[in-house]
T-cell receptor, first 113, second 113 residues
Framework: AQSVTQLDSQVPVFEEAPVELRCNYSSSVSVYLFWYVQYPNQGLQLLLKYLSGSTLVKGINGFEAEFNKSQTSFHLRKPSVHISDTAEYFCAVSEGSQGNLIFGKGTKLSVKP | DSGVTQTPKHLITATGQRVTLRCSPRSGDLSVYWYQQSLDQGLQFLIQYYNGEERAKGNILERFSAQQFPDLHSELNLSSLELGDSALYFC????????????FGSGTQLSVL
């Protein structure tokens, strides 16, 4: 069965500092990997996804993630965060051709001035 | 705006009651997903439909049921409600339901008193 572990429930960081949000997954088959962001009182929006090809994936708002098959990780990074990046970030996985996503418990990113 | 419409936005009801949550997917999307978000469980996949047929089932209780109608809108029925059913219920849609981006609605906040 698939599972997703987000190692940090909360990450506080100062504005313009770099940030990394960690995500590890477990699956016995090939997977598709996603990062979604949820702003307060809103639904989830896709940041980026990895389906195949280059292991470094670039998404919206300056975020990127790297797929590491040997470490079963898909960490999200941004070199310089803004106050507006304050939100909850969810890592998700789907197996092969299945459409449903299994989500991690989320990481709350808090950017302080 | 994701194009996915959920109604109502808020629902307050009592234990033992039954409620129906409604979802209209994006135009052209054939697959609909239901998720439950709570503080302790995070985002839990409940069920997926594709073009009127159930495709995948997650952690959905027997007291809960769903269907997708010929016009592709979906309803999630929650019965014999318990306090622990209080949560944010999200609907999402996608084109084919196979390992691709999901578009999320803004959710229905259910409060069981």
């Amino acid at each position: 069965a698939q599972s997703v572990t987000q190692l940090d429930s909360q990450v506080p960081v100062f504005e313009e500092a770099p940030v990394e949000l960690r995500c590890n997954y477990s699956s016995s088959v090939s997977v598709y990997l996603f990062w979604y962001v949820q702003y307060p009182n809103q639904g989830l929006q896709l940041l980026l996804k990895y389906l195949s090809g280059s292991t470094l994936v670039k998404g919206i708002n300056g975020f990127e993630a790297e797929f590491n098959k040997s470490q079963t990780s898909f960490h999200l990074r941004k070199p310089s965060v803004h106050i507006s990046d304050t939100a909850e970030y969810f890592c998700a996985v789907s197996e092969g051709s299945q459409g449903n996503l299994i989500f991690g418990k989320g990481t709350k990113l808090s950017v302080k001035p | 705006d994701s194009g996915v419409t959920q109604t109502p936005k808020h629902l307050i009801t009592a234990t033992g009651q039954r409620v129906t949550l409604r979802c209209s997917p994006r135009s052209g999307d054939l697959s609909v997903y239901w998720y439950q978000q709570s503080l302790d469980q995070g985002l839990q996949f409940l069920i997926q439909y594709y073009n009127g047929e159930e495709r995948a089932k997650g952690n959905i209780l027997e007291r809960f049921s769903a269907q997708q109608f010929p016009d592709l809108h979906s309803e999630l029925n929650l019965s014999s409600l318990e306090l622990g059913d209080s949560a944010l219920y999200f609907c999402a849609s996608s084109v084919s339901g196979m390992g691709e981006k999901l578009f999320f609605g803004s959710g229905t906040q259910l409060s069981v008193l």
